[in-house]
Nanobody, 119 residues
Framework: QVQLVESGGGLVQAGGSLRLACAAS????????LGWFRQAPGKERELATA????????YYADSVKGRFTISRDYAKNTMYLQMNSLKPEDTAVYYC????????????WGQGTQVTVSS
């Protein structure tokens, strides 16, 4: 069993930055990939970025590449998402999730945190 709790969402102006955190707990969390999904109003949930269990592999959707950075702190069992140069289209609920694989099979989810980027 894996428990995930997001924090750090909020309102920011376009061009600004925000950092999200995902506190993870559970016996197997350090051996699983972690990812950030997002869901904008009226749109499907999409995988924005992910990091492998050992931190050596990462994935970024084209829409966030070069602006977002994913990382994980094993000592704190926490994953971070640094979001820079934010755009109004980044507005969404951001979910932390865990999987055995990097880009598929996410089976544990956090409750989500709202990110709103104003123009």
């Amino acid at each position: 069993q894996v428990q995930l709790v997001e924090s750090g969402g909020g309102l920011v102006q376009a061009g600004g930055s925000l950092r999200l955190a995902c506190a993870a707990s559970g016996r197997t969390v350090s051996s699983r990939a972690l990812g950030w999904f997002r869901q904008a109003p009226g749109k499907e949930r999409e995988l924005a970025t992910a990091i492998s269990w050992d931190g050596y592999m990462t994935y970024y959707a084209d829409s966030v590449k070069g602006r977002f950075t994913i990382s994980r702190d094993y000592a704190k069992n926490t994953m971070y998402l640094q979001m820079n140069s934010l755009k109004p289209e980044d507005t969404a609920v951001y979910y932390c999730a865990s999987s055995t694989y990097l880009k598929t099979g996410y089976d544990y989810w956090g409750q989500g945190t709202q990110v709103t980027v104003s123009s």
